[in-house]
């Protein structure tokens, strides 16, 4: 490798430009290919992916970081941290699979680990579970074999490898772990079979290997600078040969970098588009021989990185570092990111001049690296650069006045309901007559294949819009009738004129705009194609009434109208960076507000305000909650309250610690809040009764990310247990999200059973 500054990456979408990835593990999953076909096919794909990268010019090009599912599982699966219920699955594909999303065929019967947010994505990890039994050992060599089948292409490669000490902080102890056992004390044990993974690395001809160590961004105990130090002591003495760089990102290290710096590491990465102040706080102290990684180019946006503003902050280590201590990187994977802009041929120009996928992120990492040494080989790349981003700042695609005049309108009665709690469900009961336990989804039913081809055929033109209005109709039909046959108590029309949940509201708002092919993984196989905020926010028309009426008028049971609340909107989007997040978020809040005004006048009962988002968008450090959650809170309660007592509101929240954010959960008032608690212990639920919550909940009784059916025996048990926590007058019964991606038979089959369990407790309660 040349002398001189460097341009790496992190990490690179798994999916391919056209999700081959998922269609790929999807029809492994369906038995349309073989397991020899899924491993070939995958690997052409990965190498794909990585002379992309390679062929624009990168010094550092990371392997390891594609995966089939998820790339915490794959290290669980590496470092055999197996859980004994998946053993009976020979086969070691279909043993990685089950870990992730279950297993229920061939006399099999496992549910899938949990899954959580990863971080303050949208992307979702497998948690590990530890306990004093756990005996790691070099299981798979998947980062050994992805490096190799790099370097037999002609492609240096940078492994990268999660962590040891991330790796054991991410996981849990198992529930049957002993009481005031840590999985923090696996870390001897595990550290030797790191460095025999890293040895065979070395012995294979890795020069580089980068450590993913993200928790450095969260609130640690003084403690973890002694896990870090033992941790990579152990491993650079192990290895000796190799150059190890430390990357943590979505937030900042503050006290963690003391210790960080310290380490026997040849790099630390920085996120400077999350935390820019502290490179002036590492250039104070960094140790003499220490490289930067310099994180400029944001790896979770989808904007054009303003080179003028990269170039002057490398220009600044350089100064103090030289040019052969500096390396210019994302500011995290690129996992984050879209794959190209080079396939999005129906995009505003005017707009999609102002973006910047992964592709196009790597080379301006590239870029940038070169304008350094000589900014007249890259002169049109800066000039057009240039360009773009004075036209976005002044673009009136951008500013709508009516709209910034709507939100400085915002007037304090327009965060609270017209009563209490206490005061609203006599209201809302007398309305409903719902029965205990009563049932209900959280929203969509499943999207079939008739459905995406119907949308799709509408969206091309070739199905008229009254046909596929005719289709939806009858779609919503069946799921009317589909529920009064099995016994919910409160129905939803089912969502089927919806691609996402996001995405189907980002269109008919102003100051969106939609890419064809701009997905993400957000967990195994499952991809959005979030939306895309440019500029102000608002709402020309209803979005959901027409459907709504439509779906009450078939029955004479309550109808749930489904909304998309405004901090997921938020969340779930690509959002402008050139105003705080907090005004884009009221904007959001003044559209749909009047869309649960328009609901409550056409006679909805009942309107779901979903914020799965809530949680995942909470500050990684605690110093930054409060802010956070306040104009969060306020922005839901602007969405939510503008009705009468008698409107039941309800949200939906999912993957969440609860304790981090429940006076904040509390102060949401809405008058029933669904949760994902099916694959998770009673953690969740002990903040509910802790903080003595009074207001309606139900804690998802099955998890309907994984396509296994629980028996009706097993759902009981789990309702028994919830109940022990939640009282009966307050107790929902629900699955743990929405239904789009099951299928009608498995769907069927598991609220039937749920359905039939909150009957049996009714009959108990009331003997």
């Known amino acids: 490798m040349t002398q001189g500054i460097k341009s790496s990456n992190l990490g690179f ?12 593990v999807e029809q492994y999953w369906a038995d349309k290919i073989n397991e020899e076909t899924l491993l070939q096919d995958a690997k052409n794909l990965r190498l794909s992916n990585l002379k992309i990268q390679a062929d624009a010019g990168l010094d550092f090009v990371p392997s390891n970081d594609a995966s089939f599912y998820d790339h915490v599982l794959d290290h669980l699966f590496v470092f055999g941290a197996i859980p004994e219920r998946y053993n009976s699955i020979a086969n070691k594909t279909d043993k990685y699979f089950a870990m992730g999303r279950g297993r229920q065929r061939d006399g099999v019967d496992v549910p899938a680990m949990e899954m959580k947010k990863w971080f303050d994505t949208n992307y979702h990890y497998i948690v590990g579970e530890f306990n004093t039994t756990t005996k790691f050992s070099l299981f798979d060599t998947k980062p050994l074999d992805q490096y190799l089948e790099a370097k037999a292409a002609g492609i240096q490669t940078r492994p990268v490898l999660l962590g040891p000490v ?9 529930h ?73 990102y979505f937030g900042r290290y503050e006290s963690n970098i003391d210790f960080i710096l310290d380490l026997p590491v040849y790099a630390i990465h920085l996120d400077l588009s999350r935390a820019p102040e502290e490179l002036d706080t590492v250039l104070a102290k960094v140790p003499a021989g220490l490289t930067l990684s ?40 690129l996992l984050h990111s879209p794959h190209t ?21 790597v080379h301006e990492i590239v870029t940038i690296s070169k304008a350094i040494v000589d900014p007249s080989s890259v002169q049109a790349e800066l000039t057009a650069n240039a360009a773009a981003i004075e036209s976005r700042r002044t673009s009136t695609l951008v500013h709508n006045p009516e709209v910034k005049a709507e939100v400085a309108a915002i007037n304090p009665s327009m965060f609270k309901r017209q009563a209490p709690y206490a005061e609203r469900i006599k209201a809302q009961q007398a309305k409903l007559n719902l029965p205990l336990f009563p049932t209900t989804t959280v929203g969509s039913f499943p999207q079939t294949k008739e459905v995406r081809v119907a949308r799709q055929n509408f969206k091309k033109g070739t199905l008229s819009a009254e046909d596929y209005d005719a289709f939806i109709k009858a779609e919503i039909k069946k799921a009317v009738e589909f529920q009064e046959r099995i016994g919910l108590d409160m129905l939803v029309h089912g969502e089927f004129e919806r691609n996402d949940m996001v995405e189907f509201f980002g269109e008919n708002l102003r100051g969106y705009v939609f890419s064809q092919f701009g997905w993400v993984q957000s967990y195994g196989s499952r991809c959005v194609k979030p939306p895309i905020i440019f500029g102000d926010v608002s709402r020309p028309l209803a979005m959901t009434v027409e459907v709504s009426k439509y779906a009450q008028s078939l029955t004479t049971r309550p109808m749930k109208g489904m909304l998309t609340g405004p901090v997921t909107m938020l969340q779930w989007s690509f959002v402008r960076d050139d105003q705080p997040r907090k005004d884009t978020t009221f904007q959001l809040a003044l559209a749909i507000r009047k869309e649960v005004q328009d609901l409550a006048a056409a006679g909805i009962p009942a309107i779901q305000i979903d914020e799965p988002a809530i949680r995942e ?3 990684l450090r605690a110093v930054d909650h409060q802010a956070y959650l306040k104009w969060a809170v306020d922005a839901f309660l602007l969405s939510s309250t503008g009705v009468s007592n008698d409107v039941q509101i309800h949200t939906h929240m999912c993957y969440s610690d609860f304790n981090d954010i429940f006076e904040a959960i509390q102060a949401l008032d809405a008058d029933c809040i669904t949760i994902e608690n099916s694959k998770s212990d009673a953690k969740l639920l002990h903040a509910f009764e802790k ?14 990310h994984s396509p296994r059916v629980p028996p009706a025996q097993e759902m009981s048990d789990r309702l028994q247990a919830i109940n022990k926590y939640i009282k009966n007058h307050l107790l929902w019964v629900n699955p743990d999200c929405g239904l789009k991606t099951r299928g009608w038979a498995e769907t069927e089959a598991a609220l039937s059973n749920m359905v039939n369990v909150a009957k049996q407790f009714r009959a108990v309660t009331s003997a």
């Not at 979408?13 to 790929?24: E, I, S, V, W, Y």
């Not at 790796?167 to 198992?174: M, P, Q, T, V, W």
């Open 617 to 619: 968008g909470l500050p």
């Open 176 to 248: 049957d772990a002993p009481q005031g056992f840590s999985r923090l004390s696996l870390l001897e044990s595990l550290l030797p079979v790191y460095a025999e993974l890293l040895k065979k690395l070395a012995d294979a001809g890795a020069e580089y290997v980068q450590l993913d160590e993200p928790i450095l961004s969260l609130d640690r105990p003084a403690s973890y600078k002694q896990l870090y130090t033992q941790a990579y002591t152990y491993l650079a003495q192990a290895a000796p040969s190799l150059k190890f760089l430390i990357a943590s």
């Open 13 to 24: 979408p798994r999916m391919g430009d056209n999700r081959q990835l998922k269609k790929l």
């Open 691 to 704: 903080h003595s919550y009074t207001n309606g909940i139900g804690p998802g009784l099955y998890d309907i």
């Open 294 to 333: 310099l994180g400029v180019v944001n790896g979770r946006n989808v904007w054009k990185n303003n080179l003028a503003a990269s170039i002057a902050t490398v220009k600044k280590a350089v100064a103090v570092l030289g040019q052969d201590r500096v390396i210019v990187a994302p500011s995290c994977s």
């Open 166 to 174: 991330s790796f054991l902080a991410l996981g849990k102890e198992a």
């Open 341 to 361: 802009l080079a396939t999005e041929a129906k995009m505003d120009p005017t707009i999609k001049n102002w973006m910047s996928f992964a592709v196009e992120k």
